[in-house]
């Protein structure tokens, strides 16, 4: 596959898994503190929603990026460079977030509180100061 569709491709996935995660993480931190009302029922049909978005398109979103961020560092013969190597465990690290936040939206939807909400309430944060870093790396290459 020709460098450039390989590359418009991952960073198409990129912004839609980055979209989907800000959304997941804006969602459970604003609701994992909320106390359960009358309007459960809703409250539940709104977070299946949300969680399906997010198995249906983050998720691959997310397995796109990997499998085309590899193939790039392969075709572009980076995969020794420190610089990438540096973006492939922040993009572990966002993998991770992801993972987390997924299973806390799982909890919400499913009635349950979440889990880690003390440790999810500074995700979105995360998610673009991470982002930013690895953003930095791509482009630069400072080492």
Do not use: C, N
């Not at 804006?26 to 029922?41: G, L």
């Not at 409250?43 to 193939?71: E, I, N, S």
């Not at 572990?92 to 909890?107: A, K, T």
Request: net charge positive; glycine share 10%.
């Amino acid at each position: 596959m020709d460098y450039l569709w390989l590359k418009a491709i991952h960073i198409a996935a990129v912004i839609t898994w980055v979209g989907g995660m800000l959304v997941v993480a804006v969602t459970t931190t604003a609701f994992s503190a909320v106390a359960y009302d009358e309007a459960e029922a809703r409250r539940g049909a709104f977070f299946a929603q949300v969680r399906r978005w997010d198995q249906r398109v983050t998720t691959p979103a997310m397995l796109l990026v990997w499998a085309f961020g590899l193939a790039l560092a392969v075709t572009g013969q980076w995969l020794s460079q420190p610089w990438l190597l540096a973006k492939i465990a922040l993009v572990i690290v966002l993998s991770g977030l992801h993972g987390m936040l997924s299973d806390g939206l799982r909890r919400l939807a499913l009635g349950q509180p979440s889990r880690g909400a003390g440790k999810i309430r500074f995700a979105a944060a995360g998610i673009i100061g991470l982002v930013f870093v690895v953003v930095i790396l791509v482009v630069s290459k400072p080492f």
